[in-house]
Nanobody
Framework: QVNLVESGGGLAQAGGALRLSCLAP????????MGWFRQAPGKEREFVAR????????YYDNSVKGRFTISMDNAKSMVFLQMTSLKPEDTAMYYC???????????WGQGTQVTVSP
């Protein structure tokens, strides 16, 4: 079992920035990929970005490419999502997720709310 704990959400104005953090308290030895998802009210959860724990290969949804940056600190078992040029449509609950040996998102955090005002 992998526990994930998000932090860093909050309120920002359009054009502003926020940095989300996700800690894996038990370490990342069994994790191959970590990622961020978001879910806005009344909408389905959607993929935002992912990063491999070895090689730090990244991939972004087109809606955030060029504005968001995902990164890792393996020594601290943490993944980050730096969000810039925020838009009101970025408002959502943001979830950290992880993949183990199987290519599926088996582990999820509780989420952190991001609200962007016009």
């Amino acid at each position: 079992q992998v526990n994930l704990v998000e932090s860093g959400g909050g309120l920002a104005q359009a054009g502003g920035a926020l940095r989300l953090s996700c800690l894996a308290p038990g370490g990342i030895a069994s994790i191959y990929t970590m990622g961020w998802f978001r879910q806005a009210p009344g909408k389905e959860r959607e993929f935002v970005a992912r990063i491999t724990t070895t090689g730090s290969l990244t991939y972004y949804d087109n809606s955030v490419k060029g504005r968001f940056t995902i990164s890792m600190d393996n020594a601290k078992s943490m993944v980050f999502l730096q969000m810039t040029s925020l838009k009101p449509e970025d408002t959502a609950m943001y979830y950290c997720a992880a993949q183990g040996a199987m290519p599926r998102w088996d582990y999820w955090g509780q989420g952190t709310q991001v609200t962007v005002s016009p």
